[in-house]
């Protein structure tokens, strides 16, 4: 056995003036039998030996029925074997230098009424009503993550740039319900945005910044413009110029292929076309001919 303090403030406790005195000093007695953790074997005849020794007309029923107004006052608990007492509140009236650590494992059990009388229950019981509502909750939540990684999938499998997915989920399914939906449609708009802009690879943004910038608010131009089509003018020998024809004379010269594009044929001030137009009816022009014999 060991020795133990008693508080000033036990005298007053409503649990300790709702039992009787020998059952008060019962449980005083077992301050000296547990251990550093607060727990003792649950024998009345131990307890009987301890607090009422010399008193022979205490027999071990009584001191059974002791233990049992005590688990209900609450100031004891059962573990799930009903083997092992542990006293509650243990280490806020107790304290201990160095204390050993208990050799027992203790698994609480808890009371639930019942009627008129009380059950005791392994710690990890759960009442069906409750058990039924945790399921219908877990169940509800992993139906709402199905729900959103499938929205991630239909937006990441549209995203241009497939890039840091699992930092775009997590902020993916931070967005509400009504931000995921307008960030599936935002995409289908950005995609159009890039093919009309040519936009290169590099200059896209991840996936990861388009969600947390909730750019799908931005507005984009997306009408499509009609492009002049390049004309590709043929290069000299010595690569350095390209040949154009004058679209008024035919007449070939030399250009700048930089400036081709913006330029007039030196002769007639018109425009250049890459080939030599053809003449009508089979005619053969004046340029044509002195182009043969030069």
């Given at each position: 056995?060991?020795?133990?303090?008693?508080?000033?403030?036990?005298?007053?406790?409503?649990?300790?003036?709702?039992?009787?005195?020998?059952?008060?000093?019962?449980?005083?007695?077992m301050f000296n039998v547990a251990d550093d953790d607060g727990i003792l074997k649950n024998s009345s005849l131990q307890m009987k030996s301890v607090a009422f020794s010399c008193d022979l007309e205490i027999t071990l029923g009584m001191v059974e029925e002791y233990i049992k107004n005590l688990l209900g006052v609450g100031l004891i608990e059962l573990n799930d074997e009903r083997s092992l007492i542990r006293i509650v509140n243990w280490k806020n009236h107790q304290r201990?230098?160095?204390?050993?650590?208990?050799?027992?494992?203790?698994?609480?059990?808890?009371?639930?009424e019942y009627g008129r009388n009380t059950r005791i229950l392994p710690e990890d019981y759960t009442p069906k009503e409750r058990k039924r509502k945790e399921d219908k909750g877990k169940e509800k939540k992993e139906t709402v993550q199905d729900k959103t990684l499938e929205l991630f999938?239909?937006?990441?499998?549209?995203?241009?740039?497939?890039?840091?997915?699992?930092?775009?989920?997590?902020?993916?399914?931070?967005?509400?319900?009504?931000?995921?939906?307008?960030?599936?449609?935002?995409?289908?708009v950005y995609?159009?945005?890039?093919?009309?802009?040519?936009?290169?690879?590099?200059?896209?943004?991840?996936?990861?910044?388009?969600?947390?910038?909730?750019?799908?608010?931005?507005?984009?131009?997306?009408?499509?413009?009609?492009?002049?089509i390049k004309v590709e003018f043929r290069l000299d020998s010595t690569g350095n110029s390209v040949i154009a024809y004058c679209s008024r004379c035919n007449i070939s010269d030399f250009y700048d292929p930089f400036k081709v594009h913006s330029m007039d044929s030196k002769c007639c001030n018109s425009k250049l076309l890459p080939e030599k137009?053809?003449?009508?009816?089979?005619?053969?022009?004046?340029s044509d001919i002195m182009e043969k014999y030069q």
């Open positions: 056995m060991r020795n133990r303090m008693i508080k000033k403030e036990f005298w007053n406790s409503h649990r300790i003036l709702s039992i009787s005195i020998p059952e008060r000093l019962l449980f005083i007695s201990i230098d160095k204390p050993t650590p208990s050799r027992y494992k203790f698994k609480k059990v808890i009371q639930e999938n239909s937006f990441y499998s549209l995203y241009p740039r497939k890039q840091d997915k699992k930092r775009a989920y997590t902020s993916f399914k931070n967005l509400t319900k009504k931000n995921q939906a307008l960030c599936i449609e935002g995409v289908k995609n159009k945005w890039i093919e009309i802009n040519n936009v290169e690879k590099t200059m896209i943004k991840l996936p990861t910044t388009y969600i947390n910038g909730e750019c799908w608010m931005d507005i984009l131009d997306t009408t499509e413009v009609k492009r002049p137009p053809a003449t009508p009816n089979g005619t053969v022009s004046v």
